[in-house]
C-alpha cells in the first residue's frame, strides 16, 4: 500500500509538472502570437427575435498555432489573462474588431453591431477607456456601433466600475454584461450602472428545467423594468427558441442560427441578405 501510495504521489507530481510545463511552453508560443499573425477573429451573428434582422455580431478570438492547430479561447485566454498577455491580444482584438465593423459599414452593412469581449485585466486598466476612444479614432467607427461585453465578476469594485461605465456611457458606447445570473451582485447594480444589455448565460438555456425557466422569466422581466434590452446566448433548438419568444427576449445568438463565422464567411451571408 506505502509502495502503491509513493507511485501515486509520484504519478500525480509529473502529471502536475507535465500541466506546468505545457503552459509555459504556450505562453511562450502566445507571446509570439500576434507578430506571426497567427491570431483570428471568427464572428457569431446576433439577431433581434421579432424582425429576424441580423443586428450584429460577437468578435471571439482563436489562435491557430503552428503545430497545435485551432486553440479554443477557452484554453489561452487564461493564459493570457495570467500572464498580462492579455493587454496586448485585448487591444489586437479591438482593433481588428472595430477595423472589421467600419470596413463592413463602408460596404453599406450600415447598422451591423460590433460586440468585444474584455478581460478583467483590460477593465481594470486605468487607460481602458482612453485605448478603447483612441481605436475607435483610428478606425473611424462610430461608437455607437462598439458594443463592450464586460462580465459580472468586474464590477465588484463597484465605484471603479461606475466611473468606468459612466464613461463608455458618455462616449456612446454600448455596454453588455455577459453570462448574466452566474455572479452574485447581479440585481443591486444594476440599476446604477449604465447597461445596454444584459446575456443571459448559455447554462440556463441548456437544461430548461422548471428552476432554469424561472431564472430566464425573472431576468428578462427585470431587463423589461429596466429598460435593457435581452439577448439570449447558446440558442441550439428550435424549442429554446420558441420559449424565449414566448418571454419575448429581444436578441438571440446561437448554433441554431449560426456558428461563429471566419470574416469571409460574414460576407457570404450579408450579400445574401436582400436590403
Ligand atoms: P463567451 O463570451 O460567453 O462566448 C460565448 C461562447 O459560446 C463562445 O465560445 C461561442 O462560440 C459559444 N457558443 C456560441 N453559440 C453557442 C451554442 O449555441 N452552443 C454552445 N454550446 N456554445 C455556443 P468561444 O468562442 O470558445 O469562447 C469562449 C470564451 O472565451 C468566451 O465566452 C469569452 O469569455 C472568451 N473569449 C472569446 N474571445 C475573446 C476575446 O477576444 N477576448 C476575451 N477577453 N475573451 C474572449
Ligand atoms: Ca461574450
Ligand atoms: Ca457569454
Ligand atoms: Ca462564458
Known sequence: AKEQGKNTFRFFT?????????????????????????????YQPQYDMKTGLMTGVEALVRWNHSTKGLIS???FIPIAEESGLILPIGLWVLETACAQAKTWQCENF?????????????????????EVLDVLHKTGLDPAYLNIEITESMTTD??????????????????????????????????????THLKIDQVFLQD?????????KTIIELA???NIDVIAEGVETAEQASFLSTLRCDEVQGYLY????TKDKVEDLLKSFVY
Open 258 to 261: 449560426s456558428r461563429p463565422l
Open 224 to 226: 423589461k423594468n429596466l
Open 110 to 130: 450600415q447598422s451591423l453591431r460590433m460586440s468585444v469581449n474584455v478581460s478583467i485585466r483590460q477593465f481594470k486598466q486605468p487607460s481602458f477607456v482612453d
Open 158 to 195: 463597484v465605484i471603479y466600475s461606475q466611473k468606468i461605465l459612466q464613461r463608455l456611457h458618455t462616449e456612446g458606447i454600448r455596454v453588455s454584461i455577459d453570462d448574466f445570473g452566474t455572479g452574485y451582485s447581479s440585481l443591486s447594480y444594476l440599476s446604477k450602472f449604465p447597461i
Open 14 to 42: 509529473q502529471e502536475l509538472n507535465n500541466n506546468l510545463m505545457e503552459k509555459t511552453l504556450l505562453e511562450m508560443d502566445l507571446r509570439q502570437a500576434i507578430s506571426k499573425d497567427e491570431l483570428e477573429l471568427y
Open 73 to 75: 479561447p477557452g484554453t
Open 208 to 216: 430548461l428545467n422548471s428552476s432554469n425557466t424561472a431564472i430566464i
